[in-house]
């Protein structure tokens, strides 16, 4: 039981999810709505350090113990951030959740079947699932290039983290994957343009998120 809304932003590695979470949860604050940004992994300090184990290239970590670090992180953001929010009835906006991890590690990387990692997603998150995930869907290799051309940045590593390093193909292999999810949870995922001008996507949300939340909350 919960009394918030819940939003998640996917998409391929620079598709621009965490700007337009931030830029989301600005004009819902404008709104006089009380919401709150986050991201995975590293939405926690403990999974700050988590994060740093999952991208940071110097480490070289296998495909399962990636799969149960991705788990880790979300398990504790869930427990500790997203699930206390809902319950005070906020409305939470967060850049990554499950589906993250069935594209990357199932559909990508393939190291589990698909019902099998969806049902070891949902006992890591207590089965809180969004009420609405937008797709930013972008050209494989335009999501890289602006990816690693912001890798300078705070939280990001030079050339790119380790799943960035893999390159043009692993990630049209990720768009792939968004796309069978998009269709496959056809009542909450809505795609948009992750090309389009960073205004025109803002709005674009915000009009879906402001049209659903009506009788929400």
């Known amino acids: ?20 979470a931030r ?14 940004f986050t991201e995975e992994p590293g939405g926690t300090d403990e999974g700050k350090h988590i994060r740093d184990l ?3 290239p ?19 953001h869930v427990e500790n951030v997203i699930r206390p929010a ?23 990387r393939q190291i589990a ?26 050209p494989p290799h335009e999501g890289l290039h602006k990816a690693v051309r912001t890798s300078q940045h705070e939280n990001n590593f030079a050339g790119g983290d380790r799943i960035e390093r893999e390159g043009v193909d692993f990630q049209k292999r990720v768009r792939e994957g968004y796309e069978a999810l998009a269709e496959r949870f056809s009542e ?7 090309s389009d001008p960073r205004a025109k996507i803002t709005a674009a949300m915000y009009t879906e998120v402001t049209a659903r939340m009506k009788g929400a909350l």
């Open 1 to 20: 039981m919960r009394n918030g809304f819940f939003i998640v932003i996917e998409g391929p590695d620079g598709s621009g999810k965490s700007t337009q």
């Open 113 to 138: 079947p698909f019902d099998f990692l969806l049902d070891l997603n949902l006992f890591a998150v207590d089965r809180i699932i969004p009420d609405i995930v937008f797709y930013l869907d972008i």
């Open 54 to 56: 999952i991208l940071n």
């Open 58 to 76: 110097r480490f070289t970590i296998s495909p399962r113990t990636e799969l149960f670090l991705f788990l880790a992180d979300r398990s504790n």
């Open 23 to 36: 830029l989301l949860t600005e004009k819902l604050k404008i709104d006089g709505r009380s919401c709150i």
């Open 86 to 108: 809902l319950e005070r009835g906020s409305i939470v906006i967060c850049s990554r959740y499950i589906y993250s991890t069935l594209v990357y590690q199932g559909m990508t």
């Open 188 to 194: 909450i995922f809505i795609t948009i343009n992750g």
